[in-house]
């Protein structure tokens, strides 16, 4: 009898190593996808999205398969222009979705769908037993969490009362999250990353009219990308020979003296992206913290741009007065007779001051800390020993083979993950560049010893 592969998280990740293993896996392979329903072969990135948020990625580079990389811009039939664009992440959505009945269809293996959520998972003497929401519970030789990020948790600040107010919105993923603001609502938004840009976008799309008053520690907005894309360029000589030294340091300081000579930062950004995993690797943790203190905001900014548009609407808001921008920290956040009341402290002053608003939503971002997680299946798997977290909060520990490693620092067999709890092994590893090759790796590596696939026939049945 074959083995038994079971994929927890039915995002990007679980749908592309579901997608590679289908291809590969014979007659004699079960495969069980489990996943949140309302998301099921999208995840919350692009499932839960709306109209008015846009891939932070062109479409000629968003393909499921390593192999072909322009596979999504072919499957809608773009011509150049198209290709060159950031359309909205419905689109990818349904492309996702697609891709994976694709596979299902065509696959040997004997997949089955599990639009529920995962609660625990506890070890076995022949693998893993998986408990899920609706009260069924199964065995599996093989478990991968592909669960990608973790719920956010809770802000530091927020009073008991605030908490549960519907003033407060800590995920505003949720469907109907942000129908109950006012359109002349103040807002407050703890965060300046890729979540306040997508917060924004949709309160705009509503016709939102009050103020967005947006906080982080240091402030920094996702810059944009080029309306025209580049040519990609080489790295300078010293830069790649502080990579393979990884000499942090040296890298930086190449990458400014190029920009300084006039070289597009853009550039420099995207040419560093193949050579991030293996510098990485090279740090040790020391390195590894510094640079999450002092250079992670800055990094991310130009990293993880976001769509022209998307920056055009912004840039309006904030030369309208409606949006403004600040390097703050909430200090205490609380419900009162007369409202929503928040004590911020600026970046660089001792004083704090307290102002009012209407509405306070958390827009964080990333969450990967196991430690402090709520999530109930990865906190209990963590809490029984199973898991390993990465000392810098950067999700879990793993080998060069994505096997877990226990409380002990074992990797265990047939416990594996991929996504962004790879980020304490990786860091580049929340995009779909890299993702999608981690996927192939994982899925070659969780068939072995390779067998030769059978005839395709379709055996798919979704279980509700």
């Given at each position: 009898?074959?083995?038994?592969?079971?994929?927890?998280?039915?995002?990007?990740?679980?749908?592309?190593?579901?997608?590679?293993?289908?291809?590969?896996?014979?007659?004699?392979?079960?495969?069980?996808?489990?996943?949140?329903?309302?998301?099921?072969?999208?995840?919350?990135?692009?499932?839960?999205?709306?109209?008015?948020?846009?891939?932070?990625?062109?479409?000629?580079?968003?393909?499921?398969?390593?192999?072909?990389?322009?596979?999504?811009?072919d499957a809608l039939h773009l011509g150049q222009?198209?290709?060159?664009?950031?359309?909205?992440?419905?689109?990818?959505?349904?492309?996702?979705?697609?891709?994976?009945?694709?596979?299902?269809?065509?696959?040997?293996?004997?997949?089955?769908?599990?639009?529920?959520?995962?609660?625990?998972?506890?070890?076995?003497?022949?693998?893993?037993?998986?408990?899920?929401?609706?009260?069924?519970?199964?065995?599996?030789?093989?478990?991968?969490?592909?669960?990608?990020?973790?719920?956010?948790?809770?802000?530091?600040?927020?009073?008991?009362?605030?908490?549960?107010?519907?003033?407060?919105?800590?995920?505003?993923?949720?469907?109907?999250?942000?129908?109950?603001?006012?359109?002349?609502?103040?807002?407050?938004?703890?965060?300046?990353?890729?979540?306040?840009?997508?917060?924004?976008?949709?309160?705009?799309?509503?016709?939102?009219?009050?103020?967005?008053?947006?906080?982080?520690?240091?402030?920094?907005?996702?810059?944009?990308?080029?309306?025209?894309?580049?040519?990609?360029?080489?790295?300078?000589?010293?830069?790649?020979?502080?990579?393979?030294?990884?000499?942090?340091?040296?890298?930086?300081?190449?990458?400014?003296?190029?920009?300084?000579?006039?070289?597009?930062?853009?550039?420099?950004?995207?040419?560093?992206?193949?050579?991030?995993?293996?510098?990485?690797?090279?740090?040790?943790?020391?390195?590894?913290?510094?640079?999450?203190?002092?250079?992670?905001?800055?990094?991310?900014?130009?990293?993880?741009?976001?769509?022209?548009?998307?920056?055009?609407?912004?840039?309006?808001?904030?030369?309208?007065?409606?949006?403004?921008l600040e390097a703050a920290r909430l200090l205490?956040?609380?419900?009162?007779?007369?409202?929503?009341?928040?004590?911020?402290?600026?970046?660089?002053?001792?004083?704090?001051?307290?102002?009012?608003?209407?509405?306070?939503?958390?827009?964080?971002?990333?969450?990967?800390?196991?430690?402090?997680?709520?999530?109930?299946?990865?906190?209990?798997?963590?809490?029984?020993?199973?898991?390993?977290?990465?000392?810098?909060?950067?999700?879990?520990?793993?080998?060069?083979?994505?096997?877990?490693?226990?409380?002990?620092?074992?990797?265990?067999?047939?416990?594996?993950?991929?996504?962004?709890?790879?980020?304490?092994?990786?860091?580049?590893?929340?995009?779909?560049?890299?993702?999608?090759?981690?996927?192939?790796?994982?899925?070659?590596?969780?068939?072995?010893?390779?067998?030769?696939?059978?005839?395709?026939?379709?055996?798919?049945?979704?279980?509700?």
């Open positions: 009898m074959g083995k038994h592969i079971t994929l927890i998280g039915a995002g990007f990740c679980g749908a592309a190593l579901v997608r590679e293993l289908a291809y590969r896996a014979d007659a004699s392979t079960r495969i069980t996808l489990v996943g949140m329903a309302d998301s099921f072969g999208s995840g919350v990135a692009y499932g839960a999205a709306r109209p008015e948020h846009l891939l932070n990625v062109r479409a000629r580079d968003l393909g499921i398969d390593p192999d072909e990389p322009g596979g999504f811009a222009s198209g290709r060159q664009a950031f359309l909205p992440r419905l689109a990818y959505a349904d492309y996702l979705r697609g891709e994976l009945s694709a596979a299902m269809a065509s696959a040997a293996a004997h997949i089955v769908c599990k639009p529920q959520e995962a609660i625990a998972a506890e070890r076995t003497q022949r693998g893993y037993r998986i408990f899920l929401a609706n009260g069924e519970a199964f065995d599996s030789d093989q478990l991968v969490l592909a669960v990608g990020a973790l719920a956010p948790q809770a802000l530091p600040g927020i009073g008991p009362r605030l908490s549960v107010h519907p003033r407060y919105i800590g995920w505003p993923w949720q469907p109907g999250a942000l129908d109950g603001i006012a359109p002349d609502a103040r807002v407050l938004i703890v965060g300046t990353g890729l979540t306040m840009v997508d917060v924004a976008l949709s309160l705009q799309a509503r016709g939102h009219t009050g103020g967005l008053h947006a906080i982080s520690r240091r402030g920094l907005v996702p810059q944009a990308h080029e309306a025209e894309a580049g040519p990609a360029l080489e790295l300078p000589l010293a830069v790649q020979q502080a990579l393979r030294a990884g000499e942090l340091t040296g890298v930086l300081r190449g990458v400014h003296r190029a920009v300084r000579a006039g070289a597009p930062w853009r550039g420099m950004v995207d040419a560093l992206r193949p050579h991030l995993q293996p510098l990485w690797r090279k740090l040790d943790g020391r390195r590894r913290a510094s640079f999450l203190r002092h250079l992670r905001p800055y990094w991310e900014a130009a990293r993880h741009r976001v769509a022209p548009a998307a920056a055009g609407v912004l840039a309006d808001l904030r030369a309208r007065g409606q949006l403004e205490r956040a609380r419900w009162t007779p007369e409202g929503l009341e928040a004590v911020l402290r600026r970046r660089g002053e001792e004083d704090s001051r307290t102002e009012r608003y209407d509405v306070l939503i958390r827009a964080t971002g990333l969450d990967t800390d196991i430690d402090r997680t709520s999530d109930p299946l990865i906190a209990g798997m963590r809490e029984a020993g199973l898991l390993q977290a990465d000392p810098l909060g950067l999700g879990v520990v793993v080998d060069e083979d994505f096997r877990v490693h226990d409380a002990a620092g074992r990797a265990l067999p047939g416990l594996y993950c991929i996504g962004p709890l790879l980020r304490g092994a990786l860091w580049e590893i929340t995009a779909v560049p890299e993702l999608r090759v981690a996927a192939r790796k994982l899925a070659r590596h969780l068939l072995e010893p390779a067998r030769a696939v059978a005839a395709p026939r379709t055996l798919l049945r979704v279980v509700g």
